[in-house]
């Protein structure tokens, strides 16, 4: 009995699977051998946050910020500036709340788990029926919102090109404009040419 109670506290090594459900959201607090503690909080985006604390002249910043990934069953950490940014990877051993690490390197330690990450069901927003039947909204005379925006940005600059070959713009507007024609002047006499011909 006594067997089997040693057995089942053994630490277990967790996987890549494990990894992913225990490490986003979640905070540890990392041994020193100052005995203090570095606490660390990894984000469900793959960030990752530090504070040195007593360490801060061992690591080179109070404060540092990082990139967490899995591969495989390791934990890869990579700062932005401790441990001179590069990549660590390490397996993990899990009893209770204490978690112990290993690295490739040969170095170890281990840490205790402050705040267990926190399932949330994240949902994209859905189209609603309405927005995805009607399509793009046209005002009274057959330019949508976005195409008024480009037209006045068209007038703007002198060009009435775009508003011709324009599928949106209403055809009696390019009717209107295209059958204008300047009056012709009174009997007898001419414009003159310094003069513009009213409108």
């Known amino acids: 009995m006594a067997c089997a109670s040693a057995h089942a506290a053994e ?7 494990n990894l992913k459900q225990m490490v986003p959201g979640s ?3 990392i041994d020193t051998p100052l005995n203090s503690v570095v606490p660390i909080r990894f984000t469900a985006d793959g960030l990752m946050t530090g504070e040195a604390g007593s360490l801060a002249s061992y690591l080179g910043a109070e404060r540092d910020r990082g990139r967490w990934w899995i591969a495989g069953d390791q934990l890869c ?3 932005f500036r401790w441990f001179d940014a590069k990549e660590r990877c390490m397996v ?4 209770g709340n204490r978690v112990q690490w290993a690295e490739g390197s040969g170095e170890s330690g281990t840490a205790t788990i402050t705040e267990a990450p926190k399932t949330v069901v994240a949902s994209a927003p859905a189209l609603t029926a309405r927005s ?18 480009q037209f006045s ?8 090109s775009h508003l011709d070959a324009n599928p949106h713009v209403a055809p009696t507007r390019r009717a209107q404009r295209s059958s204008w024609s300047p009056p012709a002047p009174p009997s007898g006499r001419r414009w003159p040419a310094s003069r513009p011909r009213p409108r």
């Open 92 to 95: 993990l051993h899990r009893e």
């Open 11 to 17: 630490p277990v090594a967790l996987s890549g699977e």
């Open 27 to 29: 905070a540890i607090a």
């Open 153 to 160: 940005r068209t007038l703007m600059s002198g060009s009435r």
């Open 132 to 149: 995805h039947a009607s399509g793009p909204s046209l005002s009274r005379d057959g330019v949508t919102p976005q195409n008024r925006s």
């Open 77 to 79: 950490l990579k700062w």
